[in-house]
Each structure stands twice: as structure tokens, then as C-alpha cells.
């Protein structure tokens, strides 16, 4: 049996398996992400909340976070834009393994044509038709 991973050992893991995403721009999208990156460095958002509210909003403002999302290993021609979309509308969580499983099935699913929303309404009709969601929640409103 495997040893269970430490918390240093599980951060190390994320910071090398992800990349500097797209800009985070609200305290809200700041506060519903796990990790995020400011200004390069990869942190956990428990970290920043010992920080003070005008230290915070100031980098907000100043475009230093980003959302930390995974090196996958392939290539999707889908934003990041399209990815936080996905994980919204899917009622996912803001976790790198959310941003991770999302990639896959846009890779999996894309044909060429279409965009993001059009790919999800397949995998969406294939998770009902055949329950086969690998156990992510859809939203079905």
C-alpha cells in the first residue's frame, strides 16, 4: 500500500503538473479557486486570506492573479475563457482536477466544429443516454 502523500508533497505535485492561466478579476472568482498563481508563483488561496483586504484588491486590480490550470498532454483549441465557462455551466468545482477532467472531454469530444457549449451538450446526452459521467455532477438546468 502506497504511502499517503503529504500536503508539501500534493502542492509540489500541482505546481509542476499546472501552467499560468488566464487573469482572475473578482474577489469572488479569487476565493473559489484552491490554487492560483501571483505574479508566476504558484500559492494556495488559504495563504492569501492572511493577507489584508487592500493588499489583495490592489493586486486584483493590477492583474496579478491567475487561475492555475493543468499541462495537459494534449492540446485542446479551447481558451481557458472556455474551460472556466465549462466549469460553471457543468456546476463544477474551481479545483486543477475539475480544469484537468474538462480539457479531456473537450479533447475527447471535439470534432472540429463547434464550439465549447456544443461539445458539452454531446457529453451531456451521452452521460444521460449511457451514465457514463465518471462521476462528475451535471447541472440540468
Known sequence: MAAKK??????????????NGCSIT??????????????KSFV?????????LERIL???????????FPNNS??????????LH???????????E???EIARILHDYDQGRG???????TYEDDCLEYANCDGFPIDET
Open 6 to 19: 503529504t500536503i508539501s508533497e500534493r502542492f509540489s505535485e500541482l505546481k509542476k503538473a499546472s501552467r
Open 98 to 100: 475539475s480544469r484537468s
Open 58 to 68: 490592489e493586486a486584483l486590480k493590477c492583474g496579478s492573479f491567475s487561475y492555475a
Open 74 to 83: 494534449f492540446a485542446t483549441r479551447f481558451s481557458d475563457e472556455d474551460i
Open 26 to 39: 473578482s474577489i469572488e472568482d479569487l476565493l473559489k479557486e484552491e490554487n492560483v498563481y501571483y505574479r
Open 44 to 52: 494556495p488561496v488559504e495563504f492569501l486570506k492572511t493577507w489584508k
Open 86 to 96: 465549462i466549469e460553471e455551466r457543468l456546476g463544477w468545482s474551481h479545483t486543477f
Open 115 to 121: 464550439d465549447a457549449d456544443d461539445i458539452i451538450d
